[in-house]
T-cell receptor
Framework: SQKIEQNSEALNIQEGKTATLTCNYT??????LQWYRQDPGRGPVFLLL?????KEKRKERLKVTFDTTLKQSLFHITASQPADSATYLC????????????FGSGTRLSIRP | EPEVTQTPSHQVTQMGQEVILRCVPI?????FYWYRQILGQKVEFLVS????????KSEIFDDQFSVERPDGSNFTLKIRSTKLEDSAMYFC?????????FGPGTRLTVL
């Protein structure tokens, strides 16, 4: 069955450093992969989307890479700030316009001042 | 900025009762989703909806669940006979160019 794994439940880093989160998947060939931020008690907030034919995407301090051979995506936050502390979710989608979206269980990122 | 809204924010019900969760998607979006998130667990896909039809549904979305868009603006999720294990946050999302806009969620508590 399709499976998504995010490398760790929790990650603690020092403010100003780069946070790197990993998303691995098996038994799936997604059309695209997304990253979301979720704060406690709130709905996920879309951050970035990367398609299967793209290697890298950037948005301000965020960078996503996608390796369909390794079946892995890396999500980087550069110059991290305490306000970046949240749970980050990766999600995979198929090719149809309203396809099923599969979410990973998330990595809880804490940035200490 | 337009946003997805959901009502109620919290619903408490007795086991076996029917509940209807309501969502107002962003007005020009065409694709809509329901998800649930049991406390401390991952966001789980329930159903996607387009052109007044279900596009895809998960194995969770059994005969007890139904969705409809009764009036062109609201998008509802009905659970006919709630079970204890239906207790969760339920999120609605509307989609524009593959970007999902999530609502704030409805916390459903089944007693």
């Amino acid at each position: 069955s399709q499976k998504i794994e995010q490398n760790s439940e929790a990650l603690n880093i020092q403010e100003g450093k780069t946070a790197t989160l990993t998303c691995n998947y098996t038994n799936y060939s997604p059309a695209y992969l997304q990253w979301y931020r979720q704060d406690p008690g709130r709905g996920p907030v879309f951050l970035l989307l990367i398609r299967e034919n793209e290697k890298e995407k950037r948005k301000e301090r965020l960078k996503v890479t996608f390796d369909t051979t390794l079946k892995q995506s890396l999500f980087h936050i550069t110059a991290s700030q305490p306000a970046d502390s949240a749970t980050y979710l990766c999600a995979l989608a198929g090719y149809s316009s309203a396809s099923k979206i599969i979410f990973g269980s998330g990595t809880r990122l804490s940035i200490r001042p | 900025e337009p946003e997805v809204t959901q009502t109620p924010s919290h619903q408490v019900t007795q086991m076996g009762q029917e509940v209807i969760l309501r969502c107002v998607p962003i007005s020009n979006h065409l694709y809509f989703y329901w998800y649930r998130q049991i406390l401390g667990q991952k966001v789980e896909f329930l159903v996607s909806f387009y052109n007044n039809e279900i596009s895809e549904k998960s194995e969770i979305f059994d005969d007890q669940f139904s969705v409809e868009r009764p009036d062109g603006s609201n998008f509802t999720l009905k659970i006919r006979s709630t079970k204890l294990e239906d207790s969760a946050m339920y999120f609605c999302a509307s989609v524009d160019y593959n970007e999902q806009f999530f609502g704030p969620g409805t916390r459903l508590t089944v007693l």
